[in-house]
């Protein structure tokens, strides 16, 4: 094994739980959040060497994740594919942690446009700053605010009919 594919293997093992998850939030199902990993990872090997600062690789990975789910939605195929009567095999897991409340608001922000959707979970899923964020997205770090901004309302307004989301049991 060169030094080349060590690095990308310590990298994938140590990053790959994360940007998975990051990928499902992305476009809401688990078999596409590993498909749009897997291309992103391909894509990523292939400018391996040329990505010469390796406190920023999980920045590049994220930008090529947001460019192939954005790149998906626009390719024709997608159109054509149909739904079938086969349920699959397993649903996506969920965190141990989880107590459902994040499976319904993730379901929430599912209901957003794509743009809007990139905007919140790497602002606030990935924890990037606005400047951070808007650099992922190559928008302009005003848009990031607004975007966000919109989103949290379009949020609010979507639940403000289920007041249990975010509410433990001792709550409701």
């Known amino acids: 094994m060169t030094d080349r594919d ?10 790959q739980g994360r940007l998975l998850r990051t990928a499902y939030l992305l ?23 040329r990505v010469h600062d390796r406190e920023s690789v999980d920045a590049y990975v994220r ?16 159109r054509r594919e149909h739904p079938t009567d086969v349920v699959p095999e397993l649903p996506p897991e969920s965190p141990a942690y989880d107590d459902g409340a994040g499976a319904a608001l ?3 922000v ?13 602002r606030y899923y990935e924890e990037l700053t606005e400047a ?32 249990t989301i975010g509410l433990g049991e001792e709550e409701r």
């Not at 060590?6 to 990053?15: G, K, S, V």
């Not at 199902?29 to 391996?48: G, M, V």
């Not at 957003?112 to 905007?119: E, G, H, I, Q, T």
């Open 27 to 49: 476009t809401g199902d688990q078999h596409q959040a590993e498909d749009l990993l897997q291309t992103s990872l391909a894509k990523l090997y292939l400018a391996w060497d």
């Open 132 to 163: 951070e964020t808007a650099e992922v997205l190559g928008i302009a770090v005003g848009t990031v605010k607004s975007q966000a901004s919109r989103a949290l309302a379009t949020l609010r307004e979507r639940v403000a009919d289920d007041q």
């Open 63 to 78: 930008r090529i994740m947001v460019n192939e789910n954005n790149s998906l939605w626009r390719r024709g195929w997608r």
């Open 6 to 15: 060590a690095d990308f293997t310590a990298y994938l093992q140590a990053r």
């Open 110 to 122: 599912q209901t957003l446009p794509r743009k809007a959707r990139a905007v919140l979970v790497l």
């Open 106 to 108: 993730w379901a929430a």
